[in-house]
């Protein structure tokens, strides 16, 4: 079963996860060495490894998504209840 996100404060259907603790890696595409010193540098692919989930919020305005108990929801176990409880259809 697919459910869209939709919510409440805007109307907004896409949702984003905000993690803590990621370790990014940068592919570096090119280096362009600057007489100022300081490098400028053309990232290509980025992978993110480990981190914790923050919480889930609308991309369109930040609308964080609470359980009954106004805790943040950080998991996707929370994620799948709270879709359930605020989207009927
Ligand atoms: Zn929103």
Known sequence: ???QFNCPECG???LEEVM???TVSS???T???ESNGVADL???EQTNEDG???CYQCVGCGFVLKDRDDREIDTPEELNDWILCHQPE
């Open 20 to 22: 803590d603790n990621v």
């Open 12 to 14: 907004e259907h896409r």
């Open 52 to 54: 914790d989930i923050q």
């Open 31 to 33: 280096i362009g060495v």
């Open 1 to 3: 079963m697919i459910k």
């Open 42 to 44: 053309v990232y290509g």
């Open 27 to 29: 592919v570096i595409e």
